[in-house]
């Protein structure tokens, strides 16, 4: 089993900035790729970001040049550096972990974060 523990929302002002961070624990073998996602009300769960076991990162155009997103691999935690934010940026996030938890290719494991709910109002 693998679990992943987010931390680090919050309410918050357009322009102001904030960090997620999301650890990955458990019965991990090798830890493929750890992104996010953020789910607002009444929309559909969307992709923000991802970065590989590799150090390659990828962001939606939406965040592209306020968002970064960084791994630690020592201990299995990805963050979130959110800066510019918006109203629209409002959402539940969520991490997201491709692992293998064992050397069998059958072992691939796509697990969710229980979701932490970033607010940007005036």
């Known amino acids: 089993q693998v679990d992943l523990v987010e931390s680090g929302g919050g309410a918050v002002q357009p322009g102001d900035s904030l960090t997620l961070s999301c650890s990955a624990s458990g019965s991990i073998f090798a830890l493929i790729a750890m992104g996010w996602y953020r789910q607002a009300p009444g929309k559909e769960r969307e992709w923000v970001a991802v970065t590989t076991r590799g150090g390659n990162t990828d962001y939606a155009d939406s965040v592209k040049g306020r968002f970064t997103i960084s791994r630690e691999n020592v201990d299995n935690t990805v963050y979130l550096q959110m800066n510019s934010l918006k109203p629209e940026d409002s959402a539940l996030y969520y991490c997201?972990?491709?692992?293998?938890?064992?050397?069998?290719?059958?072992?691939?494991?796509?697990?969710w974060g229980q979701g932490t709910l970033v607010t940007v109002s005036s």
């Open positions: 997201n972990a491709r692992v293998y938890t064992t050397w069998q290719a059958s072992s691939h494991r796509e697990v």
